[in-house]
């Protein structure tokens, strides 16, 4: 019996490893701008700047990291990714007040702007990761539309961008055209493979 099991289990394994949305490993980035590294006053650009936010940010993404899982599971975007936005956004919430931030206009840990979305849930809350993930899907589903010739990765990258400036926004391979900084895929990406490597 378990042999005829084994290796549909290996498949199922594979195909969770990555999913329909791909693998944040295998997703090219050059990480943060110097402009936005500027923001932790860091002396360093790039990857390295990325993971050095990120690091600052680990232990107050910790307290979230049960909710962070428990979405990546039940829709299958991957936990890392959605911590690495949760970062970039509001630095695991450390820059919100009352749970908000960009001058009232956006809500949350992942920052649902309030004039695109009816915005649900408490700031910190399952119900709130919950919405922001699903908008990331719907931008990967766009993405993949406008763009079907596009790798499952190359897709997933436009999508982070897409979460960022919108859809209409992403114009070519180079995501970030258009985007805040123009490094917000690129930061995030990176972030999310440092998560990725302790435990998301």
């Known amino acids: 019996m378990f042999s005829e099991i084994f290796p549909f289990v290996l498949l199922l394994c594979s195909v969770s490893a990555s999913g329909r949305f791909g693998d944040i490993n295998k997703v090219q ?9 500027k923001q932790d006053k860091l002396t360093i650009c ?3 700047a990325s993971e050095t936010m990120a690091q600052t940010d680990l232990t107050r993404m910790n307290r979230y990291k049960s909710i ?3 979405v990546s599971q039940k829709k299958g975007m991957d936990a890392a990714l959605i911590a690495g936005i949760i ?3 509001s630095r695991a919430g450390n820059v919100l007040v009352n749970g908000w931030g960009d001058h009232g206009n956006a809500f ?9 979305h009816t915005v649900t849930g408490a700031w910190n809350s399952e119900e709130h990761v919950t919405q922001g993930t ?4 719907g931008m990967f589903d766009s993405i993949r539309r406008k763009f079907p010739t596009w790798s499952t990765e190359q897709h997933l990258k436009g999508a982070i961008a897409a979460y960022n400036a919108g859809p209409g926004n992403v114009i070519s391979l180079d995501v970030d055209t258009r985007t805040t900084g123009k490094d917000y895929a690129n930061d995030v990406v990176a972030r999310a493979k440092f998560y990725k490597k302790r435990g998301y």
């Open 134 to 137: 699903d908008i990331l899907i």
């Open 46 to 48: 790039g990857v390295q």
């Open 29 to 37: 980035t050059s990480g943060a701008s110097c402009r936005t590294a």
């Open 87 to 89: 970062s970039r956004e």
């Open 108 to 116: 949350g840990l992942m920052q649902v702007d309030k004039r695109f």
């Open 68 to 70: 962070i899982q428990s």
